[in-house]
């Protein structure tokens, strides 16, 4: 696929677009227009743009997937959803790209908090969305956003007023349930001044191919806190691109947590923008197995003076599977103080795995702490001889220094429910026998 | 218990050990001296099942069983302990849970159950007052952030619980003061038992005034130059290495008396 091939995707529109929420919004129709025009003008990234060098996407279009036309939450079998599912969370249910309000429960919210489809919020809470949508996600960024913006079908609004504490963690589930589907989300939320929030974004689907393209808007006001993890545990054989665009006001906490498990091909952009004395802190977790091709891509722009970034991304890569880290950290001339620490260490399980790094500092401003931090590497050997000479076989050695390696990210989840289900997770990708969860 | 016979070992096609003759009975305590770059830590190595050594030649019986054929992990569970001269941090695997998956991997192996929990936690916790150690030690990662001295009491820990029959203490002593000296010599002697044997391979006498051996052997140029018993390890200390290895000549003649 080159850029100026006309997209299939494109062609479909027409046919698509009526039924999409929200078309009675002249600002929003306008929204979707110019995210259409952006993105049929230009199709999905190639491999020249630089932001895409190493992940080439051409796969989308020699398949068609296409949008669900109804909800099909009675194929969602429930014993499946509640192995992703936190017991104590709120919890929302798309299937398919569409909310499902019998799969959802938002039981003991409180009232002065949103929480609503975003279909539902295009006709509730219009003036809210008028302001936010597409501030953080612009059309102009790539055309996975212009895709996003035209395409959704539906997603998620949160409003958490101002001075809120949420006790309990917002769980968002995306789910897929059959072959070559299309599922286009955008989910905006907004934890207004002095609130506190944690929300889980976990995507998952049943064994088959279908494609997963969902826009996440964040906007922390200031002095508010909000924790976005994001569970990405597609099929194997399923397309993810995913996209969270945050606006941190002033003294604004954003923590993100980004679990990349699944997918066949799998993409994530992360990209803040930090006022003044505000703070973020990006976590990244990537395994790769098989032919797995994993994706994460980190901007973080410091815009202002005081701001403090934390980010550090772990990957580990077996078979003949891909892992990509892009980080970018951007210093403004006027972002004077700026305290930044970007790191990426990869652990290469095999001699087929790959894994392509990239971190890029653009500093300009002239009084700033900035570093970062790059590793490609096996297992040490002296590691495993030891765990050997201490009776532990080979095998169950390896997979305890990896799972080490990799349950350094886990062990940051602070919401025990959503620790342990990814512990579980992690646990059952390196197999080690007898052990306590208390003593990791 | 261990017998070493006629045993040659190349790195990388150097000739290391050239020739060990060596035979330990159960219960016995042999020092294995020697100056540096005489080959004392590869014979430890070698017996450990450590890679990248190759055996050009005799053999070496544990328990009647070809010690050499089997990977680390069999030796370590058929009973053979190193305690590491440089013992290896291991961020994020907790020393308990170590603990625990050796000791289970070790009953495993003889067909026994796993260990119950509680009856675990109190044997470690006995062994860690004997070493003098903080209970905390046993949730951190295995030996990161020890110091030196720290490091080298947790593998008398982990020999104290997994209770072996032959150890091999590799330059235990090097890098501990005194005090820590004797505690680890004191965890040692606890071991003490007539069907267990101990190797302690060591550049100075120093730790021979604690744990008293049976048998002193000196190592120079990959060879057994000297053997005796305990004496040997206090003229060493007063006439160092240089008799006994000045020119090989010496050395054998030395090494067939």
């Known amino acids: 696929m080159s850029a100026t091939t006309a997209s299939r995707y494109a062609a479909e529109y027409e046919t698509i677009a009526p039924a999409l929420p929200g078309q009675s919004l002249p600002w929003l129709q306008q929204l979707r227009a110019n995210g259409f025009e952006k993105f049929s003008g230009h199709g999905f990234p190639g491999l020249r743009e630089e932001e895409w060098r190493y992940t080439n996407v051409s796969a989308l279009e020699k398949k068609l997937f296409s949008p669900a036309t109804q909800l099909a939450a009675s194929d969602i079998d429930s014993n499946?959803?509640?192995?992703?599912?936190?017991?104590?969370?709120?919890?929302?249910?798309?299937?398919?790209?569409?909310?499902?309000?019998?799969?959802?429960?938002?039981?003991?919210?409180?009232?002065?908090?949103?929480?609503?489809?975003?279909?539902?919020?295009?006709?509730?809470?219009?003036?809210?969305?008028?302001?936010?949508?597409?501030?953080?996600?612009?059309?102009?960024?790539?055309?996975?956003?212009?895709?996003?913006?035209?395409?959704?079908?539906?997603?998620?609004?949160?409003?958490?007023?101002?001075?809120?504490?949420?006790?309990?963690?917002?769980?968002?589930?995306?789910?897929?349930?059959?072959?070559?589907?299309?599922?286009?989300?955008?989910?905006?939320?907004?934890?207004?001044?002095?609130?506190?929030?944690?929300?889980?974004?976990?995507?998952?689907?049943?064994?088959?191919?279908?494609?997963?393209?969902?826009?996440?808007?964040?906007?922390?006001?200031?002095?508010?806190?909000?924790?976005?993890?994001?569970?990405?545990?597609?099929?194997?054989?399923?397309?993810?691109?995913?996209?969270?665009?945050?606006?941190?006001?002033?003294?604004?906490?954003?923590?993100?947590?980004?679990?990349?498990?699944?997918?066949?091909?799998?993409?994530?952009?992360?990209?803040?923008?930090?006022?003044?004395?505000?703070?973020?802190?990006?976590?990244?977790?990537?395994?790769?197995?098989?032919?797995?091709?994993?994706?994460?891509?980190?901007?973080?722009?410091?815009?202002?003076?005081?701001?403090?970034?934390?980010?550090?991304?772990?990957?580990?890569?077996?078979?003949?599977?891909?892992?990509?880290?892009?980080?970018?950290?951007?210093?403004?001339?006027?972002?004077?103080?700026?305290?930044?620490?970007?790191?990426?260490?990869?652990?290469?399980?095999?001699?087929?795995?790959?894994?392509?790094?990239?971190?890029?500092?653009?500093?300009?401003?002239?009084?700033?702490?900035?570093?970062?931090?790059?590793?490609?590497?096996?297992?040490?050997?002296?590691?495993?001889?030891?765990?050997?000479?201490?009776?532990?076989?080979?095998?169950?050695?390896?997979?305890?220094?990896?799972?080490?390696?990799?349950?350094?990210?886990?062990?940051?989840?602070?919401?025990?429910?959503?620790?342990?289900?990814?512990?579980?997770?992690?646990?059952?990708?390196?197999?080690?026998?007898?052990?306590?969860?208390?003593?990791? | 218990m261990l017998s070493i016979k006629d045993l040659t070992v190349n790195i990388n096609d150097k000739q290391i050990l050239k020739g060990i003759n060596l035979e330990i009975k159960a219960g016995e305590i042999h020092a294995i001296m020697g100056p540096n770059g005489s080959g004392k830590s590869t014979l430890s190595h070698i017996l450990s099942g450590k890679a990248g050594y190759e055996v050009t030649g005799g053999s070496v019986t544990y328990q009647g069983k070809d010690l050499l054929e089997m990977p680390p992990e069999i030796r370590a569970r058929e009973g053979v302990f190193l305690a590491f001269q440089y013992p290896v941090e291991i961020p994020g695997v907790s020393n308990i849970y170590l603990l625990k998956a050796a000791l289970n991997s070790i009953r495993k192996y003889h067909g026994q159950s796993e260990v119950?929990?509680?009856?675990?936690?109190?044997?470690?916790?006995?062994k860690v007052r004997l070493l003098e150690m903080d209970e905390k030690f046993l949730y951190r990662a295995v030996n990161e952030g020890f110091s030196g001295g720290e490091k080298k009491r947790n593998e008398i820990l982990q020999m104290a619980i997994l209770e072996p029959k032959l150890c091999i203490l590799d330059e235990t002593d090097s890098g501990l003061d005194i005090d820590a000296l004797k505690i680890v010599a004191e965890g040692v002697n606890s071991l003490r038992s007539t069907d267990r044997s101990f190797v302690m391979v060591t550049h100075y006498q120093r730790l021979l005034d604690y744990i008293k051996p049976d048998k002193v052997h000196v190592l120079a140029h990959g060879q057994i130059v000297k053997s005796g018993s305990a004496d040997l390890a206090l003229e060493l200390e007063e006439k160092g290495y240089g008799w006994l290895e000045d020119d090989k000549v010496a050395a054998q003649t030395l090494g067939t008396k």
């Open chain 1, 80 to 440: 499946w959803l509640r192995s992703y599912q936190l017991p104590d969370a709120w919890s929302v249910v798309l299937v398919d790209g569409y909310f499902s309000a019998t799969l959802s429960s938002l039981e003991g919210l409180p009232e002065t908090v949103s929480v609503l489809s975003m279909a539902d919020a295009l006709t509730k809470r219009v003036d809210k969305l008028e302001n936010y949508i597409s501030s953080a996600a612009n059309n102009d960024e790539h055309s996975f956003v212009a895709f996003n913006t035209a395409w959704f079908t539906d997603g998620l609004f949160v409003h958490i007023p101002a001075k809120q504490v949420l006790e309990k963690p917002i769980q968002v589930l995306h789910l897929c349930s059959r072959n070559d589907v299309l599922a286009t989300t955008r989910t905006v939320i907004i934890a207004d001044e002095s609130s506190e929030a944690k929300v889980i974004e976990t995507f998952a689907g049943l064994d088959s191919a279908y494609l997963s393209a969902a826009v996440t808007e964040v906007f922390v006001g200031e002095n508010a806190e909000l924790t976005l993890y994001k569970i990405q545990c597609e099929s194997e054989k399923a397309y993810h691109f995913g996209g969270t665009y945050v606006k941190q006001s002033r003294n604004a906490r954003f923590i993100h947590h980004n679990f990349a498990f699944g997918g066949l091909l799998a993409r994530s952009d992360i990209h803040t923008d930090l006022d003044q004395a505000s703070e973020c802190e990006l976590n990244g977790l990537y395994l790769g197995v098989k032919r797995q091709h994993i994706d994460n891509h980190t901007r973080i722009n410091h815009l202002k003076p005081y701001a403090i970034s934390r980010e550090l991304y772990k990957g580990v890569l077996d078979d003949r599977a891909r892992g990509v880290f892009q980080g970018r950290v951007t210093v403004a001339e006027d972002a004077q103080k700026t305290d930044s620490q970007m790191n990426n260490r990869n652990l290469l399980l095999s001699a087929d795995a790959e894994a392509d790094t990239k971190p890029q500092l653009e500093i300009y401003a002239d009084d700033v702490k900035c570093g970062h931090g790059v590793t490609v590497g096996q297992l040490d050997e002296k590691s495993v001889f030891y765990l050997q000479s201490r009776c532990i076989d080979e095998e169950t050695a390896r997979n305890m220094l990896t799972f080490a390696f990799a349950n350094e990210m886990v062990d940051k989840i602070k919401v025990k429910d959503l620790h342990d289900l990814v512990l579980a997770q992690v646990l059952a990708r390196f197999p080690q026998q007898g052990i306590e969860k208390e003593w990791l």
């Open chain 2, 116 to 126: 119950d929990a509680m009856d675990f936690l109190t044997l470690v916790k006995g």
